[in-house]
């Protein structure tokens, strides 16, 4: 009887070993973007342009917020039977594709609900009484465009180009609410860091291949 206990206790331990994971040392930040998942199902909702956090950007909703550093922080599984180290943590573990790992920044676009259209509209039409600024929450600035009339209209035509071009934006330091299909203009600087990148990968290749020939 003892015998065939030992052999099923044996047999028992070969079926279902346990695994020592000691050996791994890779973060689960470092994962490769398949074998993670960052942000749930409606991560593109959260991410419209209609509402760029403006309506989810609530502690009521519980839902990821797009801060003034204009970053979302979303949480990361890695999928199904993957081994990293999770976040604060120093051993590695296996996972079942439903924990939370690590939580990740995304760009996203910082908005308080200053609309895009209705700036541009109050700057054509309103704009001779500091309206746009006003709405823009630059009082000092709209006070003086409407006591002057526009700074005599020249003002006005001023405004109406850095509102349209999107140089001048919410006094707060937000981003315009621009509808899904609007046009949203990205300002590209340099640095001494800036990597220059000529052409595309397959005309590097190209051109690469010509010289060697």
């Not at 206990?5 to 994962?31: G, R, T």
């Not at 801060?67 to 079942?96: F, H, Q």
């Not at 020249?154 to 046009?183: C, E, H, K, M």
Request: hydrophobic share 35%.
């Amino acid at each position: 009887m003892s015998i065939r206990l030992l052999s099923l206790s044996i047999a028992l331990l070969v079926a279902s070993p346990e695994s020592d994971y000691s050996n791994v040392k890779l973060f689960c930040k470092d994962l490769p973007v398949e074998q993670v998942k960052c942000g749930g199902d409606d991560l593109d909702k959260q991410f419209s342009r209609s509402t760029e956090a403006y309506e989810i950007c609530d502690e009521k909703t519980k839902a990821p917020c797009c801060r003034k550093n204009r970053t979302i922080l979303v949480e990361c599984k890695p999928k199904k039977d993957v081994v990293c180290i999770g976040e604060g943590a120093s051993v590695p573990e296996k996972w079942d594709g439903t924990e939370v790992a690590y939580h990740r920044e995304l760009p996203c676009r910082y908005v308080t609900g200053y609309d895009y259209r209705t700036a541009l509209i109050l700057s054509v039409f309103m704009g001779m009484f500091g309206i746009d600024r006003f709405y823009l929450g630059y009082y000092a600035i709209g006070l003086l465009k409407f006591c002057t009339f526009g700074f005599f209209l020249l003002g006005q035509l001023v405004d109406i180009i850095l509102i349209a071009t999107q140089t001048v934006g919410p006094a707060d330091g937000s981003d315009y609410l621009i509808s899904q299909y609007g046009p949203i203009l990205s300002k590209v600087g340099m640095e001494n860091h800036t990597f220059y990148q000529y052409g595309s990968y397959y005309y590097k290749q190209q051109f690469l291949t010509h010289d060697e020939h």
